[in-house]
């Protein structure tokens, strides 16, 4: 039988999410609940080099206290956009899943379902924390909302998703594009977890984030790879393309082409730890041309590798053909041709990130 003939895959997730389903308070709400702003003391709450403007002059020129602020308004930015994709992805799985109910496997409709429940609690647990960091520095939600326009963002991938499925009668080419987004939050998600100064509670919750999401990847991967075999044929080469140019715009740390949303989501967030706006508008422009720091940190750049060479592999388990593929690498490859690069004459190797296992 065809490997990627249907969806029966989603009975042995729902198997994995049935054990932790009942325990929503202990892996997530109550370390949230337990967590402290007032005491996080000098530990971090995300990776040390994935701070914004880490090693650029104008964080060298902060204080101690204005760094750690950064770093943490670092992990309080990706986090709300984490929760607000995550919003917007459980409108379009439970789209998927009510179609599911009515015309397919209503077992696969309860496990798309059933990502939407662990989102949720997703979100409320990342609030939880959001607005306690925000609190001890003296701001609300709205400061971190007002600095953070790529949140709208989200709103415009469910229209598009939604319209395209209406037109087309499925989500295929939603699940296709979800594979893109879950690695690149991965990558992020992992380093802050292996960082040495995390807040313990913090780790906690995202080590039990990254077991969820390992099983929202793996929906992503196999429901792809069941949507393109479904796909008309005509319909493979344009999608394929999509998705390549998809994953090629999403990025960690710095793309080639800028944007307004990390210029502004960066600029402002440096303004919130207390930098003039004309010094953090040059900062940015420094740190996007590359002026002082031509390579991105080691870490980023470990990470940028990782991310592409997860995308390569799906692009390899695809059944389409070898030309198609070459395509959607070369498309990919265009956003990372610097990790690329340092790859090819030995620099530089991809993050090594073993599978995660829940505390007993
Ligand atoms: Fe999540
Ligand atoms: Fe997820």
Known sequence: MDPVAGFDFTRRLQAVSDRDVGRPHELFLGPANAFDAGRLGDRLLFPREMTWFHGEPVFEAMSDEQRLMLNRLSF??????????????????????????????????????????????????????IRKVLAHY?????????????????????????????????????????????????????????????????????????IDEARHMQMSRRTGQVALSRMRPWARIPACLAFARFAAGLYIGRHRRDGRLPRETRTRTLMLCGVPEAE??????????????????????????????????????????????????????SGYADVLRAERSGELRPLQLDDLERAA
């Open 280 to 333: 953090a508008r040059a900062a940015y422009r420094a740190w996007r041309d590359r002026t002082n720091q031509p390579d991105d940190p080691p870490l980023v750049q470990a990470g940028r590798l990782y991310y592409v060479k997860r995308n390569f592999e799906y692009v390899d388990s695809l059944d389409v053909p070898a030309w198609t593929k070459r395509r959607m690498k070369r498309v990919i490859a």
């Open 138 to 210: 003296g701001l609300g939600l709205d400061d971190l909302r007002g600095a953070n326009p790529s949140l709208r963002m989200a709103k415009r991938y469910v229209q598009g998703h939604s319209l395209l499925g209406w037109l087309r009668g499925d989500l295929h080419y939603y699940y296709f594009t979800r594979f893109p987004l879950n690695v690149n939050q991965k990558t992020v998600e992992r380093c802050a977890i292996d960082e040495p100064d995390l807040d313990p509670s913090v780790r906690e919750i995202l080590k039990n984030h990254a």
């Open 76 to 129: 309080c930015q990706s986090y709300y956009s984490t929760a607000v994709a995550e919003a917007a992805t459980n409108v379009l799985n439970y789209e998927a899943a009510l179609d599911a109910f009515i015309d397919d496997d209503p077992d696969v409709a309860l496990y798309m379902a059933r990502e939407v429940t662990e989102e949720t609690v997703h979100i409320q647990t990342f609030l939880t924390v």
